[in-house]
T-cell receptor, first 111, second 113 residues
Framework: GQQLNQSPQSMFIQEGEDVSMNCTSSSIFNTWLWYKQDPGEGPVLLIALYKAGELTSNGRLTAQFGITRKDSFLNISASIPSDVGIYFC???????????FGTGTSLTVIP | EAGVAQSPRYKIIEKRQSVAFWCNPISGHATLYWYQQILGQGPKLLIQFQNNGVVDDSQLPKDRFSAERLKGVDSTLKIQPAKLEDSAVYLCASAAEIYNEQFFGPGTRLTVL
């Protein structure tokens, strides 16, 4: 099946620092979604992107839909302790009805 | 608005036993998904329903896994018989329509001994 590779796999940062992570695929995606998952909970949608080049913000979060349609990026500015969790990219490739999640980036914020 | 409900939250069984999980989606949501999330990995889609019809089940191990959504509302996922590698969190999600935002339940953590 489709593989969405995320990097870095994990990050340890100081509170107040900015964070950048990315997601790449071997196929073209029509939609890119970014989710956050807290321990013991299901993923929660943060940002949705619908066209190549799109840049969308949600508070301190900014995500971009890569122009090749095979990648996406998520930035978090001025991190705070509640940003701790695992961040997943996800979406449907442009063929078929499947929906794929990435491998995840684990974020730890040190107060 | 109530979220997606799942039960049980935890289940421990021995290999070769059977197990069933239940999901109640958000009221009015036509699309329902079952995912398997193995520790340290992202969720993997097992099956997708639109009302009570299957849209995609290409990654469902059909020799042991089955799912149904008979009245287009609640859904059950069954594993029979379970294997050690089935240990995972099973997540249910629902959406108003296909390609709309998916809302996830808290999941059922299955441990197969």
């Amino acid at each position: 099946g489709q593989q969405l590779n995320q990097s870095p796999q994990s990050m340890f940062i100081q509170e107040g620092e900015d964070v950048s992570m990315n997601c790449t695929s071997s196929s073209i995606f029509n939609t890119w979604l970014w989710y956050k998952q807290d321990p013991g909970e299901g993923p929660v949608l943060l940002i949705a992107l619908y066209k190549a080049g799109e840049l969308t913000s949600n508070g301190r979060l900014t995500a971009q839909f890569g122009i090749t349609r095979k990648d996406s990026f998520l930035n978090i500015s001025a991190s705070i302790p509640s940003d701790v969790g695992i961040y997943f990219c996800a979406g449907p490739p442009n063929t078929g009805n499947q929906f794929y999640f990435g491998t995840g980036t684990s974020l730890t914020v040190i107060p | 608005e109530a979220g997606v409900a799942q039960s049980p939250r935890y289940k421990i069984i021995e290999k070769r036993q059977s197990v069933a999980f239940w999901c109640n989606p958000i009221s009015g949501h036509a699309t329902l998904y079952w995912y398997q999330q193995i520790l340290g990995q992202g969720p993997k889609l097992l099956i997708q329903f639109q009302n009570n019809g299957v849209v995609d089940d290409s990654q469902l191990p059909k020799d042991r896994f089955s799912a149904e959504r008979l009245k287009g509302v609640d859904s059950t996922l069954k594993i029979q018989p379970a294997k050690l590698e089935d240990s995972a969190v099973y997540l249910c999600a629902s959406a108003a329509e296909i390609y709309n935002e998916q809302f996830f339940g808290p999941g059922t953590r299955l441990t197969v001994l």
